[in-house]
């Protein structure tokens, strides 16, 4: 702890953005806290389904399977599991369906890719080209989610003050969960033996080979928890946060992901706070249509968030380096 | 008692077209080191790779203390007790020391992996064999003689009975290879089968109990080394008989193509590693650097191709100051290279050998006319260099990753030697060529001296520095601490100025 305070770098943009933003907030939340509350925690829920989808990116990169379908496998878990939600007149069920077409879809991306050693972009285009084709056709208007979901306060969090009223409080089960998966990833990745392998598979399948670890079966297995977490978005999206499945709810979600994937350097909580920033950025552009800023046209306010995304990610890219074997089939005999 | 502890029988396998192993027999027993030698491109390393379930043979089994071991399964092999030290690092890059050591069979409390035990293990491991290393390093921070001892580590952690070390010494000073022969002999007094690939004669004839040949894919004979001598052995490795004499004529040097002026460069870790370091190289003449690996050698070489920043100090070529150039600058100011690690940069993988033939003039004509490449053209000239420079392989067609090692560096030297350079930077460039090579690619660097030509050699091999260089610059500590003549220098007076005795 203490080694890393003191190899913290008070001068570095890292540092100085996060004071910025922190004073940014209080000065905000001065102003007005209301609005200020209802902004961050509507970032919350704006950044959530977009850190969850970008760890899909990096369970497949890690290991070195470049993953473009994560926006299919959404949309057809959406699809499924709202259907089936609205049909068995149970959400839980519907969720349950959700995540499970979520891996089904990328068992499918893994054989094409990792058995078949298919070019793994035009594998994702399939998908994503599939998902939208399949959904818009079996599409029928007029379904609804049956119930929903009950609703959270974190106990002791949600009472902090300042952060706890806006970030930890009326929770849905789903939000919770994410809050929670997305460290448990992390700690899986950097300190457990799953995470060692699943790193070596991405960085050099032939040294993991030759250390004896299934190659295949690694990427494979980490494929699938990805598209577990990518049905699990997709039930988020159309379950709770949406509450009903419209044509191309995705666009562009998975893509947008991808993108705060490589921000974040292919780490989970460096990918959940792009998210979150994204989100945040997209909450205040929606505060600032509802304050109706009259003489600025509204397509210029949407794209803000992108933006401030790109801008960010200029400044900051630095050296970015993505898993050395992401993208490439391993193949024994040619090691 | 069965002494046998693995028994090859009958194993084949084909490449393409290529029979890398045809109906190869071995036996090896407890306790014995067995050499297997062989040319590039021999089968050497598709054989023990056999062994150690990396690549599936066609053919036959592969017994070890009496259980038949299922083919092309490498986790079986390991269970069975099995290591191996691979001609191309097996190492992940980013990670640390510990992390590469422990990959596949880490400490751990549950799911986690236990760090602290990770680290004592290393710790451990280098004490009791007395291969120093800091385990929490990241690897691609070493330097390769480093990479090298993490690779042996890594095979030695888990109590081995047959230990295969594919070309281990390639990449090591002599006193890391002293060191690394004595551990071969201490595990085979322990009873550890050992398995050891080289193209160094003297470290054959140093350790081995007994001695395989291959040549072109099938086994050709036994020896043990007192009965062999090293042209008794090359002469069954070749077929016929290679007489060690080079045509080296008297050098007649001209004028200065290369000044370096006090030259300041820094090291990946940021320290100073070329330190003030002045020298001059002229036309036609070989100036052979030595010196113990990591006084600045690599950091220099990278800072005159252009592909290392230097801080200080400057160095022209042929009179115009180069200082600042990039790599492609400075290679059409009439600079050759051979990089010291051809994978990362003398190679491009997943390009084929012809391409990789013609990586430094493919847009010059004839290879290109304009926009227009001329693959004809290429095709030919790359079937010539083939011929000449003896790349194995069916057609240069194929990817260059289906070379053996030495044949990939046969591949680079080719390119940066084919062309009309006034400068060729050459960095261990018979770094795991087998011996008959070695005399064709030295023959020709004398030959390019001879023609104006001036080369830089940098070389671990004091013996290559020894026999081809007209001139001896010996480097200790970034900087060079004397310049010799090789008619009337001995080994033991190099060798201490390179541990940095003064003169
Ligand atoms: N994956 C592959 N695809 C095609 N050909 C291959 C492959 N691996 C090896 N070969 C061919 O098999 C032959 C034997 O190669 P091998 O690597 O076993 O040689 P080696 O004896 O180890 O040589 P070196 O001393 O250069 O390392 C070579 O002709 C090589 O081109
Ligand atoms: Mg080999």
């Known amino acids: 702890m203490l080694n890393t305070i003191k190899s913290f770098n008070f001068k570095s943009w890292k540092f100085l953005l996060s004071v910025a933003t922190v004073a940014l907030w209080i000065y905000c939340y001065s102003a007005n806290m209301d609005i200020t509350n209802s902004v961050v925690a509507s970032g919350m829920r704006f950044g959530m389904p977009l850190a969850l989808a970008s760890m899909v990116g990096i369970m497949c990169e890690r290991s070195g399977v470049i993953n473009i379908g994560i926006e299919g496998t959404m949309l057809l878990s959406g699809f499924t599991g709202f259907y089936v939600a609205s049909y068995s007149k149970n959400i839980v069920i519907g969720l349950v369906i959700a995540i499970l077409t979520g891996v089904l879809t990328s068992f499918v991306h893994a054989m094409m890719t990792i058995k078949w050693g298919m070019d793994q972009i035009i594998a994702g285009t399939i998908i994503n080209i599939l998902a939208s084709g399949l959904t818009s056709f079996l599409y029928r208007e007029g379904s609804t989610v049956p119930n929903t979901w009950p609703i959270f306060d974190i106990p002791v969090l949600s009472k902090i003050p300042l952060l706890g009223a806006s970030l930890f409080s009326q929770l849905g089960p789903i939000q919770l969960f994410g809050m929670f998966l997305i460290p448990a990833i992390w700690v899986m990745m950097n300190k457990t033996r799953w995470g060692l392998r699943t790193r070596s598979v991405g960085e050099n399948p032939g040294a993991a080979d030759t250390a004896g670890i299934n190659v295949i079966r690694m990427r494979m297995t980490n494929v699938m928890i990805g598209g577990a977490i990518g049905g699990l978005v997709g039930g988020f999206i159309c379950l709770e946060l949406v509450g009903s499945f419209s044509k191309d709810f995705t666009a562009g979600t998975g893509f947008t992901a991808l993108a705060l994937m490589i921000f974040g350097r292919w780490n989970p909580l460096g990918a959940f706070a792009a998210a979150i920033l994204f989100g945040l950025a997209q909450a205040l552009a929606t505060q600032l249509q509802i304050f109706g800023v009259n003489n600025v046209p509204n397509q210029f306010i949407t794209i803000l968030p992108y933006v401030f995304t790109i801008l960010v990610l200029a400044f900051s890219a630095g050296k970015v380096r993505p898993p050395a074997a992401a993208g490439k089939p391993y193949e024994k005999e040619q090691s | ?503």
């Open chain 2, 1 to 503: 008692m069965d002494t046998t502890l693995l028994r090859i029988e009958n194993l084949s396998k084909t490449f393409a077209t290529v029979k890398a192993n045809d109906n190869i027999s071995l036996e090896v027993n407890k306790g014995e080191v067995v050499a297997l030698l062989g040319e590039n491109g021999a089968g050497k390393s598709t054989l023990v790779k056999s062994v150690f379930g990396l690549v599936k043979p066609d053919s036959g089994t592969i017994t070890i203390k009496g259980e038949v071991i299922e083919a092309g399964d490498t986790a079986a092999a390991i269970r069975h007790g099995i290591g191996m030290v691979h001609q191309h690092f097996q190492l992940v890059p980013v990670m640390s020391v510990a992390e590469n050591i422990i990959l596949g069979d880490e400490p751990h409390k549950g799911a986690f992996i236990s760090y602290a035990e990770a680290r004592e293990s290393v710790k451990e491991l280098s004490d009791k064999f007395g291969l120093d290393i800091d385990p929490d390093a990241i690897v691609e921070d070493l330097p390769v003689g480093l990479q090298q001892r993490v690779e042996i580590l890594k095979a030695l952690r888990k109590n081995v009975d047959l230990l295969i070390l594919d070309e281990p010494t390639a990449v090591l000073t002599p006193q890391e290879i002293e060191e690394l022969l004595q551990v071969i002999r201490n595990l085979s007094s322990q009873g550890v089968g050992i398995i050891f690939i080289t193209h160094k004669l003297r470290e054959v004839l140093a350790v081995a109990d007994r001695i395989v040949v291959l040549r072109n894919g099938k086994s050709v004979g036994t020896a043990t080394p007192k009965e062999s001598t090293e042209s008794s052995l090359a002469q069954l490795m070749i077929g016929r008989e290679v007489i060690f004499r080079l045509d080296k004529k008297e050098a007649k040097p001209g004028a200065v193509v290369l000044e370096i002026d006090d030259l300041y460069v820094k090291d990946d870790r940021k320290l100073m590693s070329v330190n003030g370091l002045s020298l001059s190289l002229h036309a036609g003449e070989i100036l052979g650097v030595a010196g113990v690996e990591g006084n600045g050698q690599r950091e220099l070489v990278e800072a005159l191709t252009g592909m290392r920043p230097t801080v200080k100090g400057s160095f022209s070529i042929l009179g115009e100051v180069a200082i600042g150039k990039n790599p492609h600058a400075i290679h059409t100011m009439g600079v050759s290279h051979v990089p010291e690690d051809r994978e990362k940069d003398g190679l491009i993988a997943t390009l084929s050998i012809d391409e990789n033939l013609v990586l430094n003039q493919y847009k010059n004509p004839p290879f290109a006319k304009g926009w227009i490449r001329n693959i004809a053209a290429v095709n030919s000239y790359a079937a010539k260099m083939i011929e000449k420079f003896d790349v194995r392989t069916p057609s240069g067609k194929y990817p260059i990753n289906s070379l053996s090692g030495g044949n990939k560096q046969k591949v680079v030297i080719a390119r940066e030697m084919s062309q009309d350079s006034k400068i060729i930077i050459a960095s261990q460039p018979t770094r795991g060529i087998d011996i008959g090579s070695i005399e064709f690619i030295h023959n020709q660097l004398l030959a390019s001296r001879d023609s104006g030509v001036a080369v830089l050699l940098v070389s671990a091999e004091l013996d290559e520095i020894l026999s081809i260089s007209d001139r001896i610059a010996v480097m200790y500590g970034g900087k060079i601490v004397a310049i010799l003549d090789p008619h009337d220098v001995d080994r033991t007076q190099i060798g201490r100025l390179m541990a940095g005795a003064t003169q």
